[in-house]
């Protein structure tokens, strides 16, 4: 079988799109043109049902970002913080680093020159929902938000999937207009990226966490 897809090339960007938090350019601009280039992209993601409720709320108006970062980190509070002492305590010092990004990344968020707010027009009902039903939605944005996230990275820009700011999502709402029966399902910060290119990071062999035909014990 032949394919017209440069596996090197989609293997490279597929395990070199990292979180990117302390190496977001917090002083260049990115291009309007950039950002519906992406989200063009992303719109080519499949959906539950052929459904497409999905919208991509762009923020770069620096007081409505200055804003979002105030209510990001009166949600994240001592979180990360916390959560590093205890990634050390463990010595456990790779996750203590994605902690020590992630509070960087809080302290410096209204800097960043955009924030993308991925959504879908659904909401759970009060009473809850089934898994089957999250999943449904759910499985009806994610697929685009990481394309917006992998042509970002193609186009020389980072970004890092957060949701601390969802335990305030009605503020949020509240600040950008949006309505009441649409979900938000992360925050990307986005922005053009420092230094050098990323690398694949260090993970478990895949026949580590494969199970053929059935769960087996590990």
């Given at each position: 079988?032949?394919?017209?897809?440069?596996?090197?090339a989609a293997d490279r960007l597929l395990t070199?799109?990292?979180?990117?938090?302390?190496?977001?350019?917090?002083?260049?601009?990115?291009?309007?043109?950039?950002?519906?280039?992406?989200?063009?992209?992303?719109?080519?993601?499949?959906?539950?049902?052929?459904?497409?409720?999905?919208?991509?709320?762009?923020?770069?108006?620096?007081?409505?970002?200055r804003r979002i970062a105030e209510i990001y980190r009166a949600a994240s509070g001592d979180y990360f913080e916390q959560s590093k002492d205890r990634a050390l305590a463990k010595g456990d010092q790779q996750t203590a680093r994605v902690y020590d990004g992630a509070a960087y990344?809080?302290?410096?968020?209204?800097?960043?020159?955009?924030?993308?707010?991925?959504?879908?027009?659904?909401?759970?009902?009060?009473s809850g929902m089934s898994s089957?039903?999250?999943?449904g939605v759910y499985g009806s944005i994610a697929p685009a938000a990481w394309s917006f996230q992998l042509a970002l990275r193609a186009r020389?820009?980072?970004?890092?999937?957060t949701t601390m700011?969802?335990?305030?999502?009605?503020?949020?709402?509240?600040?950008?207009?949006?309505?009441?029966?649409v979900t938000q399902v992360a925050l990307f910060p986005v922005a053009y990226y420092t230094g050098d290119t990323f690398s694949?990071?260090?993970?478990?062999?895949?026949?580590?966490?494969?199970?053929?035909?059935?769960?087996t014990a590990r």
């Open positions: 079988m032949t394919t017209d897809i440069d596996l090197a070199t799109t990292r979180a990117v938090r302390k190496r977001l350019d917090l002083d260049r601009p990115v291009e309007r043109q950039v950002l519906l280039d992406c989200i063009s992209v992303a719109q080519q993601a499949p959906t539950g049902g052929n459904s497409q409720r999905w919208g991509f709320v762009v923020v770069t108006d620096a007081e409505k970002r990344l809080a302290d410096v968020l209204d800097r960043v020159p955009v924030h993308v707010i991925p959504c879908i027009r659904a909401r759970f009902p009060e089957t039903d999250a999943a020389g820009l980072g970004s890092a999937w700011h969802l335990y305030r999502e009605r503020e949020v709402a509240d600040l950008l207009g949006i309505p009441e029966n694949p990071a260090a993970r478990a062999p895949a026949d580590t966490v494969t199970h053929w035909d059935g769960w």
